[in-house]
């Protein structure tokens, strides 16, 4: 389906919340949107139902989710599954196309697969300063098509990264990604609608250290280490 065709049923159709889903730390739903020629699953994350941190302001994950699938297009990767932000039942929030994938798979059971893909999620959960990379928040569809979910704590303006996605440390990263990584930066120095966007989802502080991110890639063209510290999430998966 016409990428923009299905941001606007994200955006206009009608909700129905079937039920809330588990072991999430924020009020996590899931939904079914219809109309007038479509219907889909997708998952509601409603602003007024996050859980307050100490490290994020209050009311900004649901913002953050929508700036990485932003991210992820300007890239071309297709990483993040469609994802807008909309008023909902419960007020306004994310809401993001539902993946159908096999709950017993995640990144541990993929990793000696797809390396083209991850080496793509490696530097993307880098640029975007990701501080929750699970194993189950990698999924693969049924064409063998990768996504990640999952991002509301990104952007911070200071290094956060924990993922469990560390194989490729101190390699260097593939020609292809350096190009797509330059184009964006190219994206982000002018006032583009990326550019635009991000501004108004982000605070200023987290968009220039987002930019900075991106040219030490460029710069060092290798995989960043994990470095000291805790650097995994927990739980892993």
């Given at each position: ?77 297709s990483l993040v599954p469609p994802t807008v932000l909309r008023d909902g039942p419960h007020g306004f ?145």
């Amino acid at each position: 389906m016409e990428k923009e065709r299905l941001l606007r049923f994200l955006e206009k159709a009608a909700i129905e919340v079937r039920g809330l889903l588990p072991w999430s730390s924020n009020y996590t739903f899931l939904v079914h949107l219809k109309d007038e020629a479509l219907e889909s699953l997708a998952v509601y994350k409603p602003r007024a139902g996050e859980t307050p941190l100490w490290d994020f302001p209050q009311g900004t994950l649901c913002l953050r989710e929508y700036a990485a699938f932003l991210v992820s297009e300007a890239l071309g990767w297709s990483l993040v599954p469609p994802t807008v932000l909309r008023d909902g039942p419960h007020g306004f929030g994310m809401v993001q196309l539902y993946v159908e994938a096999d709950p017993e798979e995640h990144y541990f059971t993929m990793r000696g697969r797809f390396v083209s893909q991850f080496q793509r999620v490696a530097a993307f959960d880098y640029v975007i300063n990701n501080a929750d990379r699970k194993s189950g928040h990698v999924l693969r569809d049924r064409q063998d098509h990768i996504w990640v979910i999952d991002h509301g704590v990104t952007f911070h303006a200071q290094y956060k990264l924990r993922t469990v996605i560390w194989d490729f440390a101190g390699q260097p990263i593939p020609e292809p990604i350096l190009e797509d990584l330059s184009r964006l930066e190219e994206a982000l120095a002018a006032p583009t609608p990326l550019a635009e966007a991000l501004s108004s989802l982000l605070a200023g502080p987290e968009v220039r250290a987002f930019r900075h991110r991106i040219r030490h890639l460029l710069q060092q063209r290798t995989f960043p280490h994990p470095g000291p510290g805790r650097r995994v999430p927990w739980p892993l998966v």
